[in-house]
């Protein structure tokens, strides 16, 4: 660790110099995409610009060369500054529909007559390399992204790199950009910190900054943090950059007085960059993994009862005013992400058209917590749930009857819930005909147990559904 330390000998103030921490997580990097070629996929990140900003043009050429030095393919999509959201929404969705494309940035920021925040929605959460959707924030604000927002996770790999204490400290975050500020104050927030925002409405803001332990500024102002704000001791990390490569605090005056500091330019930037490669990297790893898996729809179970009989109904209703006819597997699936799970389970996740509309997860042997009903014979459900704009559409049915099939394929002869349906009907369908839930009641009832997954999932799967919008049409981010 010494050796990434620059340390002023008098005032032993660390300076964090993020390049070493940079070519660590690319030198990582180098071996994943080797691989990935050797199995003929190349890591692809496409770039959307628009308009002509010169800074921004800046950026994407950065992106783009360090890319190619890795062996990642970029893709750049220059669109003129006259676009309509429409338009623009249309161009990431014809990306989100490329299997070559594996990470997709929305260059920040677009110009003013576009929604933004409607745009970045149409990313799918595939795709969201840079944690820009509402439901990469909100899997962010969880503690289980698979891509968080790549300047805030930059940050916490500061702080991890050289081991800067988080639990306990008092964090103030200057700044509250929904891809910068709010994503890095969730994660300190995970890490136990005490976690302040300030923004453009705080009252008494240098007050606030004092009594920070750890300060993140973020705020897009050239030298805004001044040394007077900051108390001896405390750890700086600067997340603007301005004209002049300068940051968001004043160098010169600050560095003295903290005990550790980003310096503008080679800090937290060089660390950006190189985590966008990383979840291009491994977002490329998961979709190549990705194994559709086609379901047969018309079992006799499901026909059988007139509650599911009844979604179903709803369901076709639903289908034709689309103009489809039947269950077509390239409109419906079911995919399993592939993952290095400990504890052996499988997860899987229902898409309708593209959209993420269900999960459930597989476990093959009785988790521990659940050591006294041990049973090598059976298969276990859990953590299911279904997006509440789709559970009168039949997709629970759809799932669960799909993993029963599964299950027995695998030779156990006892299928478990651990997660019931969101559907009290179809709940006790299932219940009638001879699932054995264990530790739950049905909806309704009072839950036992993994009530808080569910609504997670459920939680995750209706944010997918929302576009946010803020009054003015552009999000405040400070």
């Given at each position: 660790m010494e050796g990434l330390r620059q340390m002023n000998a008098e005032k032993r103030t660390i300076i964090l110099n993020g390049l070493p921490v940079a070519e660590r997580i690319k030198e990582?990097?180098?071996q994943q995409v080797e691989k990935l070629t050797q199995r003929g996929v190349i890591p692809?990140?496409?770039?959307?610009?628009?308009g002509d900003d010169l800074a921004s043009e800046t950026y994407v050429r950065m992106k783009g060369n360090a890319c190619r030095k890795l062996g990642i393919d970029s893709k750049r999509i220059l669109l003129d500054k006259g676009i309509s959201t429409d338009e623009l929404i249309k161009v990431i969705e014809q990306l989100n529909g490329d299997s070559a494309i594996h990470g997709i940035l929305l260059q920040h920021p677009v110009p003013s007559h576009i929604d933004e925040r409607a745009a970045f929605e149409a990313i799918c959460i595939d795709k969201d390399v840079d944690g820009v959707t509402t439901l990469g924030f909100a899997q962010n604000a969880f503690g289980f992204a698979q891509f968080p927002s790549c300047t805030p996770a930059a940050i916490m790999s500061i702080l991890e790199d050289y081991e800067i204490p988080v639990e306990g400290k008092h964090a103030v975050v200057i700044g509250r950009s929904p891809i910068l500020g709010k994503p890095v104050a969730m994660m300190l927030l995970n890490k136990h910190a005490t976690v302040t925002i300030c923004h453009s409405k705080t009252t008494d803001l240098a007050a606030i900054v004092r009594s920070g332990d750890i300060i993140v500024a973020a705020v897009g102002r050239a030298r805004f943090v001044q040394a007077d704000w900051i108390k001896p001791g405390a750890v700086i990390l600067d997340a603007g950059y301005n004209a002049g490569n300068v940051g968001d605090v004043d160098y010169d005056a600050c560095e003295p007085i903290a005990s550790a500091i980003t310096p503008v330019p080679a800090g937290v930037g060089p660390i950006t960059i190189a985590t966008l490669l990383k979840h291009t990297v491994e977002a490329a790893e998961r979709l190549s993994l990705i194994k559709p898996i086609t379901i047969d729809v018309k079992r006799a179970a499901i026909e059988e009862s007139s509650d599911v009989l009844q979604l179903?109904?709803?369901?076709?209703?639903?289908?034709q005013s689309?103009?489809?006819n039947q269950w077509d597997p390239d409109f419906f699936r079911i995919e399993q992400i592939h993952e290095s799970f400990q504890d052996g389970s499988e997860i899987y996740i229902a898409r309708l058209n593209g959209e993420l509309v269900g999960t459930l997860q597989i476990w093959w042997s009785d988790p521990e917590v659940w050591e006294a009903l041990d049973d090598q014979e059976s298969g276990y459900i859990h953590r299911f749930a279904v997006s509440r704009n789709h559970g009168g559409l039949g997709i629970g049915s759809l799932l669960l009857d799909w993993a029963e099939t599964y299950i027995r394929s695998k030779g156990?002869?006892?299928?478990r819930l651990d997660c019931m349906a969101t559907n009290e009907r179809l709940n006790q369908y299932y219940l009638d005909n001879g699932y054995q839930p264990r530790?739950?009641?049905?909806w309704g009832n009072g839950w036992k147990s993994n009530l808080f997954w569910l609504t997670i999932?459920?939680?995750l799967s209706y944010l997918k559904e929302l576009h946010v919008h803020s009054p003015v049409g552009r999000e405040d981010k400070f």
């Open positions: 990582g990097l180098r692809c990140l496409a770039t959307i610009l628009v179903w109904k709803g369901s076709a209703q639903w289908l689309k103009g489809i156990k002869h006892q299928v530790g739950v009641k049905v999932n459920v939680l």
